[in-house]
């Protein structure tokens, strides 16, 4: 089954304390792309790779690292976490670039205390 | 001034009713224009997706895009409650290396 997965669903961490969300596609896609889901802000881009070692910035990428070394991975890094990265965050792959179909994964919500 | 502007809602209808979702986008270079959808604890998936103006059908679904008035509607008809959901506009500029979402509406059909 064609898929986006993400782990973990849920996180609840402390202020400081590096954390690593992990995000999977097994479509051979060559875009990824971090977003976040606030109340009242929608969804908004941290990072978003093109391919395997491009990886650029989105909208929000203060305080977050990104990394892609394998085309099906893009793992999205939180090295000092703090309350205002308490969000929903999903993944995403398309084809070739922003502008085609998205598939998404089924986020995850970090709390950060 | 976000690049893509959505009235939040919540819209709620019952059911059969026409509704009538929409957005406003101030950057010209725009091309892409998406409609998604989300349900609640989900990620969100591709509805509709319309290059440059016009409109587009899908059964139950339309979507349009004027690019003089640089609005973007989302039209459904014989609304369901299975249509309840989050719609998110979404549009990117040739070269579609990142996509500007809409803030979302909620829309709530009533049986």
């Known amino acids: 089954e064609a898929q986006v997965t993400q782990n973990p669903r849920y996180l609840i961490t402390v202020t400081g304390k590096k954390l690593t969300v992990t995000c999977s596609q097994n479509?051979?896609?060559?875009?990824m792309s971090w977003y976040r889901q606030d109340p009242g802000l929608g969804l908004r881009q941290i990072y978003y790779?093109?391919?395997?070692?491009?990886?650029d910035k989105g909208d929000v990428p203060e305080g977050y690292k990104v990394s892609r070394k394998e085309k099906r991975n893009f793992p999205l890094i939180l090295e000092s976490p703090s309350p205002n990265q308490t969000s929903l965050y999903f993944c995403?792959?398309?084809?070739?670039?922003?502008?085609?179909?998205?598939?998404f994964g089924p986020g995850t919500r970090l709390t950060v205390t | 001034q976000k690049e893509v502007e959505q009235d939040p809602g919540p819209l709620s209808v019952p059911e059969g009713a026409i509704v009538s979702l929409n957005c406003t986008y101030s950057?010209?270079?725009?091309?892409?224009f998406m409609w998604y959808r989300q349900y609640s604890r989900k990620g969100p998936e591709l509805l509709m997706y319309?290059?440059?103006?016009g409109n587009k059908e899908d059964g139950r679904f339309t979507a349009q895009v004027d690019k003089s008035s640089k609005y973007i509607s989302l039209f459904i008809r014989d609304s369901q409650p299975s249509d309840s959901a989050t719609y998110l506009c979404?549009?990117?500029?040739?070269?579609?290396?990142?996509?500007?979402f809409g803030s979302g509406t909620r829309l709530q059909v009533q049986p």
């Open positions: 479509m051979n896609h060559e875009y």
């Open positions: 979404a549009s990117a500029p040739p070269g579609r290396r990142a996509l500007t």
């Open positions: 319309t290059y440059s103006s």
């Open positions: 995403a792959s398309s084809l070739s670039g922003g502008g085609d179909e998205q598939y």
């Open positions: 950057n010209s270079a725009f091309q892409y």
């Open positions: 790779s093109m391919n395997v070692e491009v990886t």
